[in-house]
């Protein structure tokens, strides 16, 4: 029996989300970080587009085959009390982090453009703020889903 | 999720009840198998109303489901 086999439904469901994001996500910042240049709004469009559509279909296909092999739990309870509770300390979690990706990113706005009025730095551009808060974002689900396989193996 | 200070007897009534199963416990207080487990681990704190839907289903009191075990300090 792998450890794979004695998570509960609720478990699987939430550790293939967090695969998910990390692989698809992963893969697409790993590709804005090795491209050359600064690809075009167009470009930048359909590649975050892209890794949304890859993400919801694995999702799907995913969530499909757990339902499928674990048909009874599936179709059991929904989230009780205690699903609940772990899922919103995780929120805590989660949220303490994107609030404070965010005012990061914000204080680095702010910071860049007290120096571009100097003329030291070369100005933050659109992309790379767009980006900056979509990593924020994902990081931060990355981690409400942590935090939620954490909290279910604890206890 | 620390391990409470609330003992419990779940396993032994759910014997009494003619080996009833986690999962039946569960379907009849309206919780999953995994919190039911939980609670009978003590690794979890049920909330009032599910606690006594479960001596409901056992048919006895409370306190002969959950007992109140204070911390050695």
Known sequence: MSIFDELSFREKSILISMLAQVLIFGNYFAELLGAAAEPGLGAMLSAMIGAIIALIVVEILFHAAIAIFDRSEAESQPADERDRMISGRASVISRFLLSGGVLLVLGHLLVNGALLESGDVRGVTLFEVANLLLFVFVLSEIVHYGAQLWFYRRG | ?73
Not at chain 2, 13 to 38: H, K, N, S, W, Y
Not at chain 2, 50 to 60: E, K, L, N, Q, S
């Open chain 2, 1 to 73: 999720m620390k391990k409470s200070h609330i003992a419990n007897n779940i396993r032994r009534l759910r014997f009494d009840q003619g080996e009833m199963t986690q999962q039946a416990l569960a379907d009849a207080i309206g919780v999953t198998r995994q919190t039911v487990l939980a609670i009978e681990a003590g690794k979890y704190s049920p909330s009032l109303e599910v606690a006594f839907r479960m001596a409901a289903v056992f048919g006895v009191p409370l306190e002969s489901v959950f007992q109140y075990d204070p911390p050695a300090d």
